[in-house]
């Protein structure tokens, strides 16, 4: 589908526009009207972390005028596996200052807006209406669900990406040319359903292969040139080596651009989501420790069986001295469950207190009422207990 420019064209290049973007200028396809209509666009990306970072970088090389960043976290040594844009001298630094900063060096004629919040309900509206075009760089769903109605209500475009592992997604959603997220993902995946890449982790080089994707499409859709991938859903296999399509069509029922839409202005985003299920809220509630007191039930030898519900990757990482490594999956498909004892007290935890939640729903409902979970996690524990361990 063939879509008209977004933008209309700036006024002029200067004679140092020109040099800079001389190979954009001898594309047929993009030329001089093309490259003036990216320096009058004005873009937002939504994060600075994996996907945001090669995203922002390329959109400023190319020429995009006006370049908005929405981060609120700060750089954590973590981060630079992947997150590009920030270098070792960043740790500690707001992400949004270090990208807006990395943005400047590559180009100095791109107007870099940083919002220095977290992205809600009660500044997407004002923060959105100031942009041409959305570029998602989200990693929870709470945050995509309120990116897509945001921009469903504001009637704006927005370029959305995810990766996981090997594996990476990619696709345009613009209700009044067809689909969005919610006609992809009409309801968020059950809480502890889908890991997020702090849990399940991610290859670094994917983020670029994913957000340079991203910044192709919204230099089309700026531009006006090639076939935008609305309608269309593109899946990235990086061991295969291996791209496909699958088509996405308008759902007349969606909730929030379908024909009767009962979504008609935001909603409490981390409950449609279920951050932690009902379940495992009712479970931890009153069978939640903290590290200091684990650390003394073990000082006085009580009779606990310690259990690391995460994976075994993420257990050879780091570790509480004394845990048995049983993961989550186990306890879901209930083949963990005979190994349990009756005559103790069952400790779980994960790396921060959200599958090991979902764990003890599970315990509780078996009739192991005497479990407890770790609140806040192996993280809680390292920085508590043991804080020459490594944290990831």
């Not at 759902?251 to 009962?262: E, I, L, Q, R, W």
């Not at 420790?289 to 050879?316: A, C, G, S």
Request: glycine residues 10%; aromatic residues 6%.
């Amino acid at each position: 589908m063939s879509l008209p420019p977004l933008v209309e064209p700036a006024d002029e290049l200067t004679v140092d526009e020109v040099r800079r973007y001389s190979r954009h200028l001898i594309i047929p396809d993009v030329g001089m009207a093309g490259q003036k209509r990216l320096k009058n666009a004005k873009v937002l990306c939504v994060g600075a972390g994996g996907l945001g970072s090669p995203a922002l970088m390329y959109l400023a090389a190319a020429g995009v005028g006006t370049l908005g960043i929405v981060e609120f976290d700060t750089v954590d040594e973590s981060n630079l596996q992947r997150q590009i844009i920030h270098g070792q001298s960043d740790i500690g630094r707001s992400k949004g200052e270090s990208a807006r900063d990395s943005v400047k060096e590559i180009n100095p004629y791109v107007n870099v807006i940083l919002h220095d919040e977290r992205l809600d309900n009660d500044n997407v509206m004002e923060i959105f209406s100031g942009y041409d075009l959305i570029v998602d760089g989200t990693d929870n769903f709470a945050t995509r669900y309120l990116v897509n109605d945001a921009a469903v209500l504001l009637g704006k475009p927005y370029v959305w990406g995810s990766i996981y592992r090997f594996d990476g997604q990619a696709s345009v959603f613009w209700a009044e040319h067809g689909p969005c997220y919610r006609c992809l993902y009409p309801e968020a995946p059950p809480p502890g359903m889908v890991p997020s890449c702090a849990e399940g982790g991610v290859l670094g080089v994917l983020c670029a292969s994913i957000g340079s994707i991203q910044v192709t499409e919204a230099i089309k859709l700026l531009a006006g040139v090639g076939e935008p991938l609305v309608g269309r859903l593109m899946i990235y296999d990086a061991l295969e080596m291996n791209y496909r399509q699958v088509k996405v069509r308008k759902d007349p029922d969606c909730a929030v651009c379908g024909k009767n839409p009962t979504v008609t202005e935001l909603i409490d985003y981390e409950a449609f989501c279920g951050v932690v299920s009902e379940e495992a809220q009712e479970a931890a509630l009153g069978s939640t420790i903290t590290p200091k007191q684990l650390k003394e039930m073990q000082d006085n030898h009580e009779d606990i069986l310690l259990i690391d519900v995460r994976e075994q990757n993420e257990y050879e990482i780091v570790s509480i001295p004394g845990a048995v490594l049983i993961p989550k999956n186990e306890f879901l498909m209930g083949s963990a469950l005979e190994r349990m004892p009756q005559d103790k007290k069952i400790v779980v935890h994960c790396k921060t207190g959200v599958r090991s939640a979902e764990v003890l729903a599970v315990l509780k409902a078996a009739g192991f009422a005497n479990s407890v979970h770790l609140g806040s996690g192996v993280i809680g524990w390292v920085h508590q207990i043991e804080p020459e361990k490594p944290v990831y």
